[in-house]
């Protein structure tokens, strides 16, 4: 198992022992806290926002069809 010093990681099954005993170092220290946090990033599309009179037809389109959808 490579020491922590190391300069080049640990690959693969190397890897994966390091951190099961770095684990089990931890947890069996007192007063152990371990914080699993997961972090979700979603793209998200930027349009150009229309101009002039035909972002406002484009607007009011939208709404026409919001509309339409609802008394359906």
Do not use: H
Not at 35 to 47: F, G, S, Y
């Amino acid at each position: 198992m490579p020491e922590s010093s190391d300069p080049e990681p640990a690959s693969g099954a190397e890897a994966a022992r390091e951190i099961v005993t770095c684990a089990e170092r931890t947890s069996a220290a007192p007063g152990v806290r371990i914080e699993l946090c997961k972090e979700l990033k979603v793209p998200q599309a930027e349009w150009p926002r229309l101009r002039g009179w035909r972002g406002r037809v484009v607007r009011l389109a939208g709404r026409l069809g919001k509309l339409l959808v609802r008394a359906a």
